[in-house]
């Protein structure tokens, strides 16, 4: 069984049970930046296209989304008003309602639960995973956010969001550009087998960009990685690729 990072795209494809994943998906992010001043249209009818234009191309019959496909928690330093942020979050179910209708007519949606998923149900052809991830033969997936379960961690591979990674590299003029990437990663055997003591110690960690690229990233190779995994996630000896396949080499080289 295998996990297939999509080329030129922020999705995995399972074939052996003809799934694609996708994670963060932030529904409702441009409101936050609309309180901020930066009018950014709505881009959820764009990221639904991609999503349904993913799944016909590959006859997907499951969509698994790691976590966080919408936004709003609670009204932050950023929001100015308890008006504007209930305006935003109006607009959000409204998004996020269209957004899941419309895909659940093209496949089943597995969720596991992201850190802004809060209030979330399991509903018609849409089934809510806890925050601890799911398995489906040997592949486990997870947010981040959380600790997996054990029995994740017995599998060949972890696929998980939350980071939403990216490379930050400094050209010889002193100009700074970031990249979404792919991290693929092994973990750090001691506190690895620590912490999940009847785990595989040569799982496999593969770490997904962003689906929406409004998303702000980590810069791995200058940041690490968040969430309670980041001290057992070997990833200063990670890989990361660009969303075109390009291998960036070891991420410890990348400082």
């Not at 995995?12 to 992010?29: A, E, N």
């Not at 957004?99 to 509903?123: A, C, M, P, Q, Y």
């Not at 750090?188 to 998303?215: D, H």
């Not at 190779?221 to 969430?227: D, K, S």
């Amino acid at each position: 069984m295998t996990a297939l990072p999509l080329y030129e795209e922020r999705a995995i494809y399972v074939p052996s049970t003809k799934t694609v994943v996708i994670s963060d998906v932030h529904i409702g992010i441009e409101y936050e930046f609309s309180s901020m001043g930066a009018n950014i249209p709505s881009q959820t009818e764009s990221m639904l296209k991609r999503c349904i234009g993913i799944c016909d191309e590959k006859k997907a019959e499951k969509l698994i989304i790691l976590g966080d496909v919408k936004h709003a928690i609670t009204p932050s330093g950023a929001i100015k008003d308890e008006r504007s942020y209930m305006d935003a979050l109006s607009r959000e179910r409204k998004d996020l309602k269209f957004f899941l209708e419309s895909l659940s007519e093209v496949v089943d949606i597995s969720l596991v639960k992201g850190n802004h998923d809060g209030g979330l149900r399991t509903g018609k052809n849409f089934y809510v995973h806890p925050s601890h991830g799911t398995i489906i033969e040997e592949i486990g997936f997870v947010h981040g956010h959380a600790w997996p379960s054990e029995e994740l961690m017995k599998g060949k591979i972890l696929v998980m969001g939350h980071v939403h990674p990216v490379v930050r590299i400094k050209d010889s003029f002193g100009y700074v550009t970031s990249k979404p990437c792919w991290v693929r990663a092994t973990m750090k055997k001691e506190p690895f087998l620590k912490k999940y003591s009847s785990a595989n110690e040569n799982m496999e960690v593969i770490i997904m960009p962003s689906f929406n690229p409004l998303c702000g990233g980590m810069a791995v190779n200058t940041e690490g990685i968040m969430g309670p995994m980041k001290n057992i996630v070997d990833i200063e000896n990670a890989n990361a690729y660009l969303l075109n396949g390009t291998n960036l080499g070891r991420i410890g080289s990348l400082h």
